[in-house]
């Protein structure tokens, strides 16, 4: 008989690689749902507004990491979502006012991000996708910001948007779409 050896013995699981699906959204941690949540890039800003005037700001990305269109399958798109948006002036006014602030895409795509008072600081929390793909992954300005100014005193404002990125992973063929009768669910 053969002493029963009391060490513990470590076996690794095999390691399942997850298949992405086909016309589904990634983000850069290779999952469908962290891009409401990471920032994978920013912009920082700022801009001076008088009176009933109208001005522009450029949103040019410094990058936390590269997008990696390599590691999909595919030809993959990539969108930027954009997830956090603040505006808070340098100095409190004399007289509030209200800003109106628009993110306009490089293809003039416009995403409303809201009017703020500029008695104090603005935030938008929620994720908004620019539907537009980047076509050029090496070009950092990626639109400008609009802000239009209606009463209240000359201002000057600093401004910071947070980026996460999405792949589209196009599939080589389209989807089949089927009528359903009436009272006919579609699983089940």
């Known amino acids: 008989m053969h002493a029963y050896d ?7 699981k095999e390691q399942h690689l997850v298949t992405p699906r086909l016309n589904s959204m990634y983000d850069s941690l290779g999952t469908s ?15 001076s507004i008088a009176t009933g005037g109208g ?21 993959p798109q ?10 808070c002036p340098r100095v409190l006014p004399a007289t509030p006012g209200n800003i109106t602030v ?5 293809d003039g795509y416009q995403l409303q991000l809201g009017v703020f008072n500029t008695g104090g600081a603005f ?3 929620t994720p908004m996708i620019i539907p537009s793909p980047i076509t050029d992954i090496g070009r950092a300005d990626v639109g400008k910001l609009t802000m239009f100014m209606g009463t209240g005193s000359n201002i000057t404002c600093d401004w910071q948007a947070q980026f996460s990125t999405l792949y589209l992973l196009p599939s080589q063929q389209g989807n089949d779409v089927q ?6 669910h579609l699983y089940g």
């Open 78 to 87: 990539l969108y930027l979502v954009l997830t956090f948006f603040s505006c």
């Open 33 to 47: 749902h962290a891009w409401r949540y990471c920032a994978d890039s920013y912009a920082i800003g700022n801009f």
């Open 55 to 75: 001005v522009t700001s450029e949103v040019v990305l410094n990058y936390n990491k590269p997008w990696d269109l390599k590691r999909w399958p595919t030809s």
């Open 6 to 12: 009391q060490r513990l013995v470590m076996h690794k």
């Open 179 to 184: 009528l359903l009768k009436h009272n006919e």
């Open 102 to 106: 628009t993110y306009v895409g490089n």
């Open 123 to 125: 935030s938008c929390t």
